[in-house]
């Protein structure tokens, strides 16, 4: 997914995109103010006080300077003094720069005089043919070490409050994740998912309401489950006493054509109770070892003579699975029926293959290529009842009810099922099997 994409589907990121916007701006704005209210104003006057100061000490030291008293002076005060003229050249120390040589600005109500930061406060003048530096203070001391202190303080508080403030408003939208990670767990079909939650506000009133939403879906799903079983169960004794009423038919269409409609209702009611009698507790599977290539020869001999008909490919060593062998036949009855029922006659067989992966696991691929199904209808071809076409209904017979099957089947069995489909170039049914666990 695009970073963009990311963006605007996550909640969360777009929380923190708006805390960095907010310190940058607040680290933006306290960095003016901390410039102009405080090195503006306040170094302005340090300048001016800083060259009246050294212009007492210069008178201290003396015309000419006398530069035992002047290093005397410099001691006492922990400053570095230098002076300068014909046939003298005297510092008090050597971190004290050559006159001239700082990059510092002249005050503007005091002419010929210089004041700034150069690796600390510099001070410079002239006085008749004497030129005086002045170090107050080296760079890790006074105006300057405050200056960083403040900046670095700022920072640290700014970033301390934004980021506390983030925690915060994540930890008070922290249920929305839970929201979300149960959506997801309804949407895969886990309706017994309840959200544990001791909140007692908005959110918790939300996460309450999921509950209860899922709570009747469970119940309505229930309801339709149980009306349809126990439809396929009253249906079962006409459908017997049609079927026999149909053979005393002398009309051999009208035979034929009752005999296929019952034969499909046959069909529906039998994948229904399957169904069913799988999501019971009394339908476990009758679990054992199951060679699966038999198997798949087995259920594809059912179609002999079935255009564009099958093409199996099968591997040196037949597979072995722990299996319900009754229960993979309907579901390879399903799944080779529809690759066959949705191929035009003059397509390419349908190509059934089986072989075992590297983790022990087998897969089983059906490949046709038939019309394909459309990439909007391919996250609920496993529902109960979807129809990708509903107006198919009559030409090819079922009621979407033979995929569903096929993933309760496939899944009982500890596997999992995928479709892939290109519209117009067919589809393919992948179909994996756990490892036989040995001992």
Request: charged share 25%.
């Amino acid at each position: 997914m695009k970073l963009r994409e990311r963006i605007r589907a996550s909640l969360f990121v777009k929380i923190l995109l708006v805390f960095i916007v907010a310190y940058v701006g607040m680290v933006a704005i306290s960095s003016a103010m901390h410039f102009y209210l405080i090195v503006e104003d306040r170094f302005q006057k340090m300048q001016r006080n800083s060259a009246n100061y050294c212009n007492l000490l210069a008178k201290e030291i003396g015309f000419p300077p006398d530069t035992t008293y002047a290093t005397h002076l410099a001691d006492s005060l922990n400053i570095g003094v230098r002076i300068q003229a014909p046939g003298l050249h005297w510092a008090s120390r050597n971190d004290v720069p050559l006159f001239g040589t700082s990059d510092i600005e002249e005050l503007g109500d005091s002419p010929g005089s210089y004041v700034g930061l150069d690796r600390g406060l510099v001070v410079e003048f002239t006085r008749g043919d004497y030129q005086y530096t002045f170090r107050l203070e080296r760079r890790e001391e006074g105006f300057i070490r405050t200056l960083e202190l403040h900046g670095l303080l700022l920072l640290l508080v700014v970033t301390i409050v934004l980021g506390s403030v983030y925690l915060i408003v994540r930890r008070i939208l922290k249920p929305i994740q839970v929201l979300d990670a149960g959506v997801q767990e309804v949407a895969g079909g886990n309706l017994d998912h309840t959200i544990v939650h001791n909140r007692r506000d908005e959110l918790g009133d939300l996460m309450e309401s999921f509950n209860i939403m899922a709570a009747r879906l469970r119940m309505m799903l229930q309801a339709r489950d149980r009306l349809l079983l126990d439809v396929s169960h009253e249906l079962r004794s006409p459908l017997t006493r049609m079927k026999v009423a149909t053979e005393f038919l002398e009309d051999d269409s009208v035979r034929k054509n009752l005999s296929d409609d019952i034969h499909q209702m046959e069909t529906m009611l039998t994948e229904m109770l399957e169904t069913e009698r799988l999501k019971s507790e009394h339908g476990n599977l009758h679990l054992k070892d199951v060679d699966l290539a038999e198997l798949l020869q087995d259920a594809s001999s059912e179609f002999e003579g079935a255009r564009p008909g099958i093409e199996l490919q099968l591997p040196a060593v037949n597979p072995i699975i722990q299996g319900d062998a009754d229960r993979l036949r309907i579901l390879l009855r399903n799944v080779l029926g529809n690759a066959l029922k949705f191929s035009p006659d003059d397509a390419d067989r349908v190509a059934l293959t089986i072989k075992t992966l590297e983790d022990g696991s087998v897969l089983v691929t059906v490949k046709d290529a038939g019309e394909g199904i459309p990439k909007e209808d391919l996250p609920f071809i496993f529902e109960p009842f979807y129809r990708v076409d509903k107006s198919r209904a009559h030409d090819t017979g079922g009621y979407g009810l033979g995929l569903s099957l096929c993933k309760t089947i496939v899944e009982h069995h500890g596997g999992s099922i995928d479709v892939t489909s290109t519209l117009g170039k067919g589809t393919t049914v992948f179909m994996q099997f756990p490892a036989v666990q040995s001992g």
